[in-house]
């Protein structure tokens, strides 16, 4: 109801006994709804009961009331616009009886904005999202950007842009004698606006934005998150080329350049296209040479702490794109599974797999899902005719194209009742039979609408059978290839894998090509926090009391991050577009099993990849906890493990989780009893070591003590006593050495490390096995060194504290003060505006070097 039901835009005929969607939170920038009853109405104030009891009393004018109720109607709907556009009124019902079938039960879910507008509105694109050009390098061609963006967004489209063609930070712009604001200040701007703009009443606006491996700030683009309120309403990847993949291979540096901006014909030619503008001759600037494996580290770094940058490997992409030849693809949708070239669009819709189910042959059912998938490419085709065109440029690139994405949804749920473990050596074969039928069944659809309607007009079928992607269907299924020669081609693409998460909600089955997130979770959305059940599941728990699930009811955190590299990698064998697709990690994924997964994406033949570390942004769609009130009194009452992940099953997390219990339930005598058995007591005298650490804080020394051989104290001594960054690093000594002294687990030293290792912060300091990106990480790579001297220093003299100095580890006074001048000079506080390690004393006040905040203005 919120997003695709026609609305009745005269919220005044509201009456008692409407279904309505009543708006909770009047936020300009956070909205909430929830659906409800109307139960009275006195002249414009309505009350609502909504579907969790609560009585709402509103304006009319803050309903959305809607005129379908029910899906028959909006399916109707939807196949009388779709066929309207057909030559005659003999084909326009036969194809309506057609789209009608197939839009039946869900086997064909159309995307959201085709959900929303067909039929129902003249103003709304029912294209999903756009890739507009690169931002012209001027004031005028910045804002030309901004408006089509907007315009877009305001009718219901999402927007990807490169921002490569924008000068680097620092670069001269001569008309103002003065610099430029570098391409990520610009990102900023098209973020800021993003987030103003709500879609035809039910969305904000969604935005890519990319930039290539060769742009001078790029650095600056894949850390610009870090900062807090730069970027934060877009998805941010990077286009990584086949010769920066080699560079990282073999340890190579990488030239970071951009065009001449003195070029006579600088504004008139460049495009952001570097190799098109080396091809004319022009001359390049180089701005600085880095090693290709920093920037490599960099960016798995960034996407290990928060998801992000996303990688997509562009010069690979365009080489298996089916338009190389006419129309490069320069960055995809945002949410990535749609490359598209300049003025290119997503014209999408899923095919719901698990109602193609053979119960009787225990198999697909083949010639139903042959028969749906033929017809859907006609109903796709049929969109581009149908929607509106608000730029002339846009009408014109897709028509000259027809670029559709026929995706699916319901996958995990159709392999669950085939009874295949989804990530298996067994459902790879599976996926690659599968989706090889989709394909050729879809390609095979595209080439009858040519032979009866024509080809799209760029077609050329000696190149077209040149792109990667067709080589490799025309080894597989040379009749495609028969038939691409002999008919022609509709559309230049025909396949995409979109994420789906609403419209698979909507009508109960797994999302995209992914595995369901848990068979228990809860959903945050606009309209709510609300618990899910997967159906299949819950089935059959029903029929099965006291079982445990099958194995092959997998979820998203049951498998390992490569499973779904692979997953992904054998479906996009046969998608000739790309992929929305997640490899799920579990919270303890380490950076360096980050960039092997990214490398294992490359090799396998992806077009991008994206991982999600469990935990690792502040809110998340999805989670298998529900939250809860913040309230101190609640908080006690509640049991520490009231719910748990599929990950908590690790022995890792379990120890935790027995420490986290243990210390909450620590409120009642008897729980005080347990813990006095199982916490070692500090003796009166420990030996151990102080090692001198920098960090990006300022230099820290850090004790750590041993009891029985091992560690199990530790004192962190970093900046000035009474500074914030003092404090939290005693808290984190102190909870450290609760965790060492509770239990006999035997691998918590390990375990303390690898939850540790690698945290990162605003900054890092130091190269290679000396960088240090934090205080936590200072504290793991001290447990290293420690726990390596630990036989050397058993045979040292008992007398005192030994002197544990190696490799920037050095002696010092307990940890307890001692440190010298230069250090303290090298301490900073935290910035509470910008949130970076830049407060210091300058003239008497607290200010923050990096933005400008300061405690006395």
Not at 404 to 430: D, N, Q, V
Not at 652 to 665: P, R
Not at 781 to 795: D, F, N, Q, T, V
Request: charged share 25%; aromatic share 8%; proline share 4%.
């Amino acid at each position: 109801m919120d997003r695709y039901a026609w609305k009745n835009a005269d919220t005044n005929q509201t009456k008692v006994g409407d279904v309505v969607l009543v708006l909770t939170k009047d936020d300009p920038k956070f909205p909430a709804k929830e659906v409800g009853e109307v139960i009275a109405r006195e002249g414009q104030t309505v009350t609502v009961r909504t579907r969790s009891g609560e009585i709402v009393q509103s304006s009319v004018d803050k309903l959305t009331l809607t005129i379908e109720k029910t899906p028959e109607e909006m399916w109707d709907r939807l196949a009388a616009a779709m066929a309207s556009v057909e030559e005659t009124e003999v084909k326009r019902k036969e194809w309506r009886e057609k789209f009608r079938y197939i839009l039946d039960d869900w086997k064909l879910v159309p995307g959201g904005r085709i959900a929303a507008g067909a039929g129902a509105s003249e103003e709304l694109t029912l294209f999903n999202c756009y890739v507009i050009p690169s931002p012209h390098d001027s004031r005028g061609g910045i804002m030309k950007t901004l408006t089509e963006m907007t315009e877009i967004m305001a009718r219901g489209g999402g927007v990807g842009i490169n921002l490569s063609s924008l000068r680097p930070r620092r670069a001269i712009v001569a008309g103002v004698n003065g610099s430029s604001s570098g391409a990520v200040s610009w990102g900023g701007l098209f973020s800021y606006t993003t987030g103003l703009i709500e879609q035809g009443g039910s969305r904000r606006g969604a935005l890519m934005l990319m930039i290539n491996d060769w742009h001078p700030d790029l650095h600056d683009f894949i850390t610009v998150k870090q900062t807090m309120g730069q970027v934060t309403n877009a998805n941010l990847s990077v286009c990584v080329s086949n010769a920066f993949m080699r560079a990282v291979k073999e340890d190579l540096d990488w030239d970071l350049v951009f065009p001449d901006t003195q070029d006579p014909e600088y504004d008139e030619l460049w495009d952001g296209d570097l190799e098109k503008w080396r091809q004319r001759g022009k001359k390049i600037v180089h701005y600085k040479t880095v090693r290709a494996r920093d920037i490599w580290h960099t960016i798995i770094e960034s996407a290990w702490k928060s998801a992000e940058p996303g990688v997509v490997f562009m010069e690979y992409y365009n080489q298996m794109s089916n338009s190389w030849y006419f129309n490069p693809i320069i960055c995809t949708n945002p949410c990535g599974e749609q490359g598209l070239p300049a003025w290119g669009v997503c014209n999408l819709s899923a095919m719901n797999l698990s109602k193609f189910y053979d119960e009787a042959a225990d198999d697909v059912a083949w010639d139903e899902l042959s028969k749906v998938t033929r017809w859907s490419v006609r109903f796709l085709d049929n969109v581009i005719d149908k929607t509106p065109y608000h730029f002339p440029e846009n009408e014109r690139n897709q028509k000259n194209e027809r670029r559709i994405g026929l995706g699916t949804m319901g996958l995990a749920e159709l392999m669950i009742k085939l009874r295949i473990r989804y990530g298996s050596p067994e459902s790879l074969e599976f996926l690659d039979k599968l989706y090889g039928f989709i394909a050729r069944e879809a390609y095979l659809a595209s080439t009858e609408i040519a032979a009866e309607k024509g080809s799209f007009p760029a077609f050329d079928a000696d190149k077209f059978v040149q792109s990667g992607f067709m080589k490799n269907m025309i080894a597989q299924y040379p009749e495609v290839g028969e038939a691409v020669r002999n008919r022609g081609m509709r559309n230049v693409t025909v396949i995409t894998q979109a994420p789906t998460g609403s419209t698979g909600t909507m009508v109960g089955t797994s999302t995209g090509i992914e595995p369901y997130f848990a068979f228990e979770y809860f959903r945050k959305s606009r309209l709510g926090y609300d618990k899910q059940l997967v159906p299949i599941a819950q089935e059959w728990k029903d029929a099965n009391p006291g079982k445990e699930l099958p194995d092959f009811f997998v979820t998203a955190m049951d498998l390992t991050a490569e499973d779904h590299i692979r997953v992904q990698a054998a479906i996009q064998r046969w998608v000739d577009s790309s992929i929305s697709k997640t490899a799920n990690c579990p919270a303890d994924f380490t950076i360096e099993e980050t960039k092997r997964l990214y490398e294992l994406a490359f090799e396998l033949g992806c077009k991008g990849v994206t991982i999600y570390r469990d935990g690792s942004r502040d809110t998340q769609v999805l989670s298998t906890k529900k939250e809860e009130k913040s309230d101190a009194a609640t908080a006690a009452a509640a049991p520490a493990a009231a719910e748990t992940t599929a990950a908590s099953a690790q022995s890792d997390e379990a120890a935790l989780g027995a420490l986290n219990a243990s210390l909450n339930a620590g409120v009642s005598p008897q729980a005080e009893q347990v813990f006095d058995k199982q916490y070692k007591r500090r003796p009166q005298v420990l030996r151990g070591a102080t090692y001198k650490v920098n960090t990006p804080f300022g230099m820290a020394y850090i004790t750590i003590n041993d009891i029985n051989g091992t560690p199990g104290e530790i004192f962190l001594n970093v900046g000035k006593a009474g500074s914030d960054v003092f404090a939290m690093a005693e808290a984190l000594g102190r909870v450290c050495s609760l965790f060492l002294r509770y239990g006999d687990h035997g691998n918590k030293v390990k375990l303390l490390i690898k939850h540790l290792k690698g945290i990162g912060g605003s900054g890092a300091i130091g190269f290679g096995a000396n960088r240090v990106e934090s205080i936590a990480d200072a504290v793991a790579k001290s447990l290293e060194l420690h726990i390596g001297l630990a036989s050397e220093e058993a045979a040292a003299s008992e007398a005192g504290t030994a002197s544990g100095v190696a490799g920037g580890a050095e002696a010092g006074a307990g940890g307890h003060g001692g440190h010298d001048v230069s250090a303290a000079a090298g301490s900073r506080d935290l910035c509470p505006s910008c949130g970076t390690a830049s407060l210091i004393n300058i003239e008497g006040c607290k200010t923050c070097s990096n933005c400008g905040y300061s405690r006395c203005s």
